[in-house]
């Protein structure tokens, strides 16, 4: 019944290792995202989707690749793992401009 | 997106209203204000959102003021569950539609 379900829901692997986070809505959002919140709670967008369409791109480095392969989902991939991307990264979705709804979290843990 | 202050802080009493204040006071015209929560672990949660008139769903109350250069966000009840970092965030919508995270308020709602 989740409406935005993110796998795993922990992560933990070590530097320079390569690790992706997926996430599925079942709410028939035409709009996803990925968001990052560090160790100081602070919550960034990373990128947005809207019909499988790359939107929002926010000087993220290209070490991270989203993908869609449909509106219903957004994988983020990560290549070379390096420490500061320690980190909870949350996925959302929402119709068009409409409130977002968030999924619980993917925390990374990099040693 | 408009800049948002929040007091970083405030306690509520069990069952009494809880009211947020947040200043915008750079916002255009076309930019909603909407409010969002995190509670500890857990996704960011959508409470309420409006853009000149005030507004009330099941959740809450937002109160925006006739310049909207400020809001206010009301729990007419405050329970122990409501305890959780409030985001008051500005976003104009459109295609480049994205929330800009501030620091929040913490609220600690005290049995």
């Known amino acids: 019944d989740t409406a935005v379900s993110q796998t795993p829901k922990y992560l933990v692997t070590q530097m320079g290792n390569d690790k992706s986070i997926k996430c599925e809505q079942n709410?028939?959002?035409?709009?996803m995202y990925w968001y990052k919140q560090d160790s100081k709670k602070f919550l960034k967008i990373m990128f947005s989707?809207?019909?499988?369409?790359?939107?929002i791109n926010e000087t993220v480095p290209n070490r991270f690749s989203p993908k869609s392969p449909d509106k219903a989902h957004l994988n983020l991939h990560i290549n070379s793992l390096e420490l500061g991307d320690s980190a909870v990264y949350f996925c959302?979705?929402?119709?068009?401009?409409?409130?977002?709804?968030f999924g619980d979290g993917t925390r990374l843990s990099i040693l | 997106d408009a800049k948002t202050t929040q007091p970083t802080s405030m306690d509520c009493a069990e069952g009494r209203a809880a009211n947020l204040p947040c200043n915008h006071s750079?916002?255009?015209?076309?930019?909603?204000v909407y409010w969002y929560r995190q509670i500890h672990s857990q996704g960011p949660q959508y409470i309420i959102h409006?853009?000149?008139n005030n507004e009330t769903n099941e959740m809450a109350s937002l109160i925006i003021t006739e310049d909207r250069k400020s809001s206010t966000l009301i729990l007419p009840h405050a329970t122990l569950r409501d305890t959780a970092v409030y985001y008051c965030?500005?976003?104009?919508?459109?295609?480049?539609?994205?929330?800009?995270f501030g620091k929040g308020t913490l609220l600690t709602v005290n049995p």
């Open positions: 959302a979705s929402s119709p068009g401009s409409q409130p977002q709804h």
């Open positions: 709410l028939g959002h035409d709009t």
């Open positions: 989707y809207n019909n499988k369409e790359l939107i």
């Open positions: 750079t916002i255009s015209g076309n930019e909603y």
């Open positions: 409006g853009l000149k």
């Open positions: 965030i500005v976003s104009s919508g459109g295609s480049n539609y994205k929330l800009t």
